[in-house]
């Protein structure tokens, strides 16, 4: 079966400041992955996706991810972070092929911003 | 317009007092879920559906059902609820062709006194 492990529950930083939120997943076989945002009192939104093809991975709102298989780490990434960036970050594996195609959610990381 | 529609958005109830929080989409998607969301727990799967009168158990299936008698719906139904079940909802649907992207409806937020 899948999981994800998001070992940070809380990030703090600094606005301007980079940003790294972790994820580590495990999975059998070549998995997809997925990044979402929760902003406050909203749904979830999808920020990038891997499926196959180049490891480093664009987004939306200047966010970038990296899948690294040897380390089974999809780690999310944003040069400089805007005070609009405060959510809670979701990562998210699913099968490619086989399998369950429902994804399995990590646990989340809420980002916390300050000015 | 693409989406995934859930009603109610939020919903005050009482111990015991049956409900049903009804999910559908437009998209034709196979795949549907339910995740509750806790503080500190994350999204936690509660049911799962792989087509019409295809239904799975998730993580957390204990007080709830669900049914999929049509593509487009996948109701959650809380037969008795009770307090442990206060929560944020979210219903999601999924298909191959789209990968596996999750689309989620805007959540209801449950509360049961």
């Known amino acids: 079966a899948q999981s994800v492990t998001q070992p940070d529950i809380h990030i703090t930083v600094s606005e301007g400041a980079s940003l790294e939120l972790r994820c580590n997943y495990s999975y059998g076989a070549t998995p997809y992955l997925f990044w979402y945002v929760q902003s406050p009192g909203q749904g979830l939104q999808l920020l990038l996706k891997y499926f196959s093809g180049d490891t480093l991975v664009q987004g939306i709102k200047g966010f970038e991810a990296e899948f690294k298989r040897s380390q089974s780490s999809f780690n999310l990434r944003k040069p400089s972070v805007h005070w609009s960036d405060a959510a809670e970050y979701f990562c998210?594996?699913?099968?490619?092929?086989?399998?369950?195609?429902?994804?399995?959610f990590g646990r989340g990381t809420s980002l916390i911003v300050h000015p | 317009e693409a989406q995934v529609t859930q009603n109610p958005r939020y919903l005050i109830t009482v111990t015991g007092k049956k409900l049903t929080v009804t999910c559908s989409q437009n998209m034709n998607h196979e795949y549907m879920s339910w995740y509750r969301q806790d503080p500190g727990l994350g999204l936690r799967q509660i049911y799962y559906?792989?087509?019409?009168?295809?239904?799975d158990k998730g993580d957390v299936p204990e007080g709830y059902k669900v049914s999929r008698k049509e593509k487009r719906n996948f109701p959650l139904i809380l037969e008795s609820p009770s307090p442990n079940q206060t929560s944020l909802y979210f219903c999601?649907?999924?298909?191959?062709?789209?990968?596996?992207?999750?689309?989620f409806g805007a959540g209801t937020r449950l509360s049961v006194l």
């Open positions: 559906s792989m087509n019409v009168e295809v239904t």
């Open positions: 998210a594996v699913a099968a490619a092929s086989g399998g369950s195609y429902i994804p399995t």
């Open positions: 999601a649907s999924t298909t191959t062709s789209a990968k596996n992207i999750q689309y």
